[in-house]
């Protein structure tokens, strides 16, 4: 198991702040018969594991640095995607703390006879970016400018509480007595 590294030193903090759409991000996959199940349908995990580089790619391009996935929250899978079928995911930066940031996905599958998208899932994804010792490093500030964004910017504060209220529960409770 990797040790604890020390905080890498304050480096970034004069970085000007940019905007959501800088970092926007779309990723498009088509579902083959190796991403289903026996029913043909696509495989929760796999759909997870797009999310997570959909969010990545959102995460790198707002923070240029190496970023790692911190926390996953809030996925839901509302309807199944079949094989065949053309998955769209668009991720963005809701907003950036410290070190962390938060990074919503939004999936939609699209029916490429009539364009016509259906949402599928949506998650949180929450990254911390590191330098090349894995140490966190401060991220650049966010410029909501959207009402869309700035609703994502407030939202994501209450879900940030709820987040480190409750990893701090699992830790004292993990903790040895
Ligand atoms: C994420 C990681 C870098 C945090 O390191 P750490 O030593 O705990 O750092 P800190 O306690 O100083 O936290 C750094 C930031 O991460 C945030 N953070 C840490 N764990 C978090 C979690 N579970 N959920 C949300 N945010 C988290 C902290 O709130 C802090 O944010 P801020 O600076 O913006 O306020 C470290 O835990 C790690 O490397 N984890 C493994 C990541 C990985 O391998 N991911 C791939 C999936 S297995």
Same mark, same amino acid.
């Given at each position: 198991?990797?040790?604890?590294? =020390?905080?890498?030193?304050?480096?970034? &903090?004069?970085? /000007?702040?940019?905007?959501?759409? @800088?970092?926007?991000?779309?990723?498009?996959?088509?579902?083959?018969?190796?991403?289903?199940?026996?029913?043909?349908?696509?495989?929760?995990?796999?759909?997870?594991?797009?999310?997570?580089?959909?969010?990545?790619? &959102? &995460?790198?391009?707002?923070?240029?640095? *190496?970023?790692?996935?911190?926390?996953?929250? *809030?996925?839901?899978?509302?309807?199944?995607?079949?094989?065949?079928?053309?998955?769209?995911?668009?991720?963005?930066?809701? +907003?950036?703390?410290?070190?962390?940031?938060?990074?919503?996905? =939004?999936?939609?599958? @699209?029916? !490429?006879?009539? +364009?016509?998208?259906?949402?599928?899932?949506?998650? !949180?994804?929450?990254?911390?970016?590191?330098?090349?010792?894995?140490?966190?490093?401060?991220? /650049?500030?966010?410029? /909501?400018?959207?009402?869309?964004?700035?609703?994502?910017?407030?939202?994501?504060?209450?879900? +940030? =509480?709820?987040?480190? &209220?409750?990893?701090?529960?699992?830790?004292? +409770?993990?903790? /040895?007595?």
């Amino acid at each position: 198991m990797a040790t604890k590294a =020390k905080s890498a030193p304050v480096q970034n &903090a004069r970085l /000007p702040a940019k905007r959501v759409s @800088e970092s926007r991000s779309e990723m498009v996959e088509v579902v083959l018969p190796n991403d289903a199940n026996p029913l043909g349908a696509m495989l929760g995990g796999r759909l997870m594991h797009l999310m997570d580089i959909a969010g990545a790619i &959102a &995460a790198h391009r707002h923070c240029n640095s *190496y970023v790692v996935t911190a926390s996953v929250d *809030y996925v839901d899978f509302r309807s199944p995607v079949r094989v065949g079928e053309v998955v769209i995911l668009r991720s963005s930066v809701n +907003r950036v703390w410290r070190t962390s940031l938060e990074v919503g996905v =939004k999936v939609f599958c @699209e029916n !490429y006879l009539t +364009r016509e998208l259906r949402h599928t899932s949506s998650a !949180y994804l929450t990254f911390v970016a590191v330098d090349e010792q894995r140490r966190p490093i401060l991220v /650049p500030p966010l410029k /909501p400018e959207t009402a869309a964004d700035r609703r994502r910017f407030r939202e994501a504060a209450i879900r +940030r =509480k709820f987040r480190l &209220a409750q990893r701090h529960r699992r830790i004292s +409770r993990t903790r /040895p007595k």
